[in-house]
């Protein structure tokens, strides 16, 4: 008896399907400084750190025209997409990397990434140089129609392959 329904409950284990969550646009205003904000077109987050705090694998985020003052992690494999290379910049404030891939399989396009730190060569220990983008062990990182400025090392790969900047 105890056998049939355990077969019964494995057969049953073995026809339920996990529901995979479907990509999401997520949307980034630097104009939206009252709020609300959550990630929809009519109401954007107001930075891009906030977006990939709420955004998961898989998800596109849209960056709207303007300057954004800040450093940002990507630790999720996301799109990050500008409106336009020319007015859609991401500006360190020369200080440290402006843009730290912590994962692999990222696109970045039509942006302008200006104004990393100034610390140019690493003393035996202390790191890597500041530079625009920055990315370590990580794979399939693709870069379209973007802009790097405003730095001694604009673009900086360690142990990493497949990077691709077109």
């Known amino acids: 008896m105890h056998a049939l329904l355990l077969l019964g409950i494995l057969a049953l284990a073995f026809h339920i399907q996990l529901v995979k969550a479907q990509p999401k646009k997520i949307f980034v205003d630097n104009d939206n400084t009252s709020g609300p904000w959550d990630g929809t077109p009519e109401h954007p987050y107001q930075n891009i750190t906030s977006a990939l705090g709420y955004a998961s694998t898989g998800d596109t985020i849209y960056v709207r025209a303007g300057t954004y003052y800040e450093r940002i992690v990507v630790s999720k494999s996301v799109s990050l997409i500008g409106e336009n290379r020319d007015t859609t910049i991401v500006d360190g404030n020369r200080t440290g990397t402006v843009v730290r891939l912590q994962t692999s399989n990222v696109n970045l396009t039509n942006f302008t990434i200006r104004n990393a730190g100034t610390k140019w060569g690493p003393p035996p220990g202390t790191g ?39």
């Not at 990580?138 to 730095?151: K, L, M, S």
Request: aromatic content about 18%; proline content about 3%.
């Open 128 to 166: 890597y140089p500041d530079s625009c983008v920055f990315g370590n062990y990580v794979t399939h990182i693709n870069f379209e129609n973007d802009t790097f400025t405003g730095a001694a090392v604009c673009v900086a790969f360690i142990y990493s392959s497949h990077v691709s900047l077109s």
